[in-house]
């Protein structure tokens, strides 16, 4: 029988962070390597522990948390869901509410410190990293990838892994790279001039081989629009 104290004891909680980058291979995720025990050593998803006297909500905490590690607060961000149990960390019960971030790695600096020793891009293999991750960190992972691949198909999603400014050819590049097969470049333009959520950048073009490319801009910009349709 449990005791009033069992009763009374409070879960471990922490905010945890599933951050996404795209390189020329493919997509990436930042992990940081632990110092401390449990896992010292290992790689695991960046995160840290609720500010109560700084953090007005679950947003702020993993915001804070983010700036704190790459110094630059995310074009998107959004929950993908809380895990928890009395396996997943040998100190106790514990929950993690996990957030996804979409950054162009070109703006990121990265940094580390608490228990981390050190913290770098890693590449997504499948579905998950392709290296063993501390705590439950593999499965948060792939539910953080699946829940991106599958909005790749409907929305503008992909767009906040590019920088500020972009061609429709690299826009239509990160499609293409994180569903893993090409777009037609006439039905891909048509599909992006219906849902209306760029805009070019008067006087500002990409130098190119063959020709200057028009750059381009969100028009709002933590906007995310929705396709009717698959792209």
Do not use: C
């Amino acid at each position: 029988m449990n005791s009033p104290d069992d009763l009374h004891q409070r879960p471990i909680v922490s905010v945890d962070l599933a951050i996404f980058a795209l390189a020329p291979d493919g997509l990436e995720v930042l992990l940081a390597q632990r110092g401390a025990e449990p896992f010292a050593g290992s790689w695991a998803l960046p995160g840290g522990w609720i500010h109560v006297d700084e953090d007005r909500d679950l947003e702020a905490a993993a915001q804070r948390v983010l700036r704190d590690k790459t110094g630059v607060a995310a074009p998107y961000f959004e929950q993908v869901g809380v895990f928890g149990d009395a396996a997943r960390d040998p100190r106790g019960w514990s929950l993690s509410v996990t957030y996804m971030a979409l950054i162009a790695k070109e703006a990121v600096t990265l940094m580390h410190g608490g228990n981390a020793t050190g913290a770098a891009w890693h590449p997504i293999g499948s579905d998950t990293a392709t290296i063993p991750l501390a705590f439950d960190h593999a499965a948060i992972l792939k539910a953080a990838v699946t829940r991106l691949r599958n909005k790749v198909e409907y929305t503008t999603l992909p767009v906040h892994l590019l920088p500020e400014a972009f061609t429709l050819s690299e826009l239509q590049a990160v499609y293409e790279r994180l569903l893993g097969r090409l777009l037609d470049k006439s039905a891909f333009r048509k599909r992006i001039a219906e849902v209306d959520f760029i805009e070019p950048i008067a006087g500002e073009m990409r130098r190119a081989s063959n020709r200057p490319a028009q750059l381009y801009r969100l028009k709002q910009a933590r906007s995310t629009v929705f396709f009717d349709r698959t792209i």
